[in-house]
Every structure is written in structure tokens, then in C-alpha cells.
């Protein structure tokens, strides 16, 4: 049995992404890691970081963005496929750039590869979900994020990134285009497991943040769009009152270490209060959520209500 992981990446320096951690910790899992890295922005050194990272199992694909063939968010999964053509692995790892697996989980990982290798019920594996927001101690646990997400899938060619590269779909016939398309895809068939994906993408400082999401919505809405939003907008990124989140009391994965060591900016952060008024709601604010949240929370076991489910589950490994 042979493990390939895969990613893909652009401007990770810039955008505050912790790219290397990410490589570093599938490495142990898998038999070689290929990343696609698009034409970054001058003086942004994401090649550079990857190649520091100096294993031989590491595969960097250069690749060039297209935001017109591929709008509305389609670019990250043009860009998704385009490393996953690359894996010669049975299984294959997808990791976003700011998705991190802990050590602990790797031997489950590798175990339930091993055991579900010949099972044909099962297209991919179902991985659990922490959201850090603002800081490395506080994690999302509302309905308006998702608990879970394939992130494991078998090496086949039917199966493609999908949307924004959230998740995967079969997709007979695919034309290499339109990712977001609806019919004709096939949800995956999934096995749940015991494991964990560190979800960073949150954590930044507010100045940085505010990038990032500017770059996502520029993937997403076209940079026309992003220019009369940014017109309307003269503040960083704001986290909003952090006591109503969920207090991370385990460990992060080993390789996140000197990547937390840098966290400088809690100053920026609130801790406590209310949602400042200058700005929108963020939706896990909103009360519709907050609803919703305490009811799956507190009556239903953390089971969600409703929502969309990008995969068919078949059974929980073990």
C-alpha cells in the first residue's frame, strides 16, 4: 500500500500560511507529497520554503493561475487536480495549506488505509474538524462550520476536487472546467475515522487576515468586486468578543511549535464583550447560529441540524 499527499499553494509567505508545518506533518504518513505552487506574487518566497524543507519525498509542480477560465473559486481546485495527477499513491492525503494532522493520529490513519485498502464500499475517508479562530487557544464548535470533511481519497481518476476545493466528487466525463458542476457528480462514499484535521486558517494577525481574505475573495468574486467592497471597508480584520468560542485544552501537533511561538498580536484581540458595531456580524454571531449551535450542543450530543453533507457515510473505522 502506498500513501501520497498533496496540496497546492500560492503566495503562503505572504498570506501568512503555515505551508511548511502542513508538509511536515504528513510526511511520516505518506510515501512522497506533491505540491502544486502558483506564480507567486515578487518578492513572496513559498518555493523557497518548501524547498527547505529538503525530502526527498517532496514533489513541487509549478503551475500558473487562471482566474478567468476558472472564477468563482474554481481556480483552487483546478489547481487541487492538477497535484493529485501527480500522486501514485493508493490512497491519497489532501491537506490544505493551513491544515495541519497531528502525530498522534497517524498510525489511526495508517491503520484504517491498511483495513479499508480492499473494502469497495469505501471511496475516501471522513476526517473530524477543529476551526482555530483568532488565537491557538480558542476553536470553533458552531453550525455555521463544518465538523467534518473528506480529506482522504483513493487514486482515482473520476474523482476530482470540487467546487472551491472544499471536498471531492466523482465526475464521469469530467471536462476540466467547470468545477462547479452539479450534475452528473456523485457524492463519495466515506468511512469515518478517529482523526483530526488543525485547521489554522483563522489564526492570523488581524493586518494579515484582512489580506487573506482579500486574496479569497478576489479567487472568488473577481478583483473588481473586491475593489468596491475594500472601498467600503477602512478597518482590519476583527475577530469579534473570543469568550463564546470553545477553549482548546489538548495539544497542538509537534511541528506547529515554533509556527505558535510567533503569535504576537493577542493585543489586537477581544476577549471579551460584545460584537463591535462597525462591522457585520460574522455568521457564527448571528442568532439564527447561536441557536442552532446551543441545540446540537446541549441537547443533541453535537449532532448537526440540517446542512449540507458533501459525502454519503457508509460506516466509522473502527
Known sequence: MKISGFSMVKNAEKLYYPVREMILSALPLVDEFVIAIGDCDPGDNTRELVRSINDP????????????????GMENAHQTDIAMSHCSGDWLLYLQADEVIHEEDIPKIREACAALQHDPRIEGLLFKYRHFWGDYDHFHFSHSWYKKEIRIIRNDPEIHSWESAQSFRRIPGFD??????????????????????????????????????????????GAEKVEEMAQRSHYDFDYGPLQHLKRFKGTH????????????????????GGVPKYRRKHKHEKLKYRLLTWLENRLLGGRTVGGFRNYVWVKRHP
Open 176 to 221: 476540466g472546467v467547470n468545477y462547479r458542476q452539479q450534475e452528473g457528480t456523485l457524492k463519495l462514499h466515506v468511512a469515518e475515522i478517529d482523526a483530526w484535521i488543525y485547521h489554522y486558517g483563522w489564526v492570523r494577525p488581524p493586518a494579515l487576515m484582512q489580506k487573506k481574505t482579500k486574496a479569497l475573495d478576489t479567487i472568488h468574486k
Open 57 to 72: 519525498k517532496v514533489k513541487i509542480i509549478d503551475t500558473v493561475w487562471d482566474l478567468e477560465k476558472y472564477p468563482r
Open 253 to 272: 501537533p509537534a511541528v506547529m511549535k515554533e509556527w505558535i511561538g510567533k503569535f504576537n498580536w493577542q493585543d489586537e484581540l477581544q476577549y471579551t
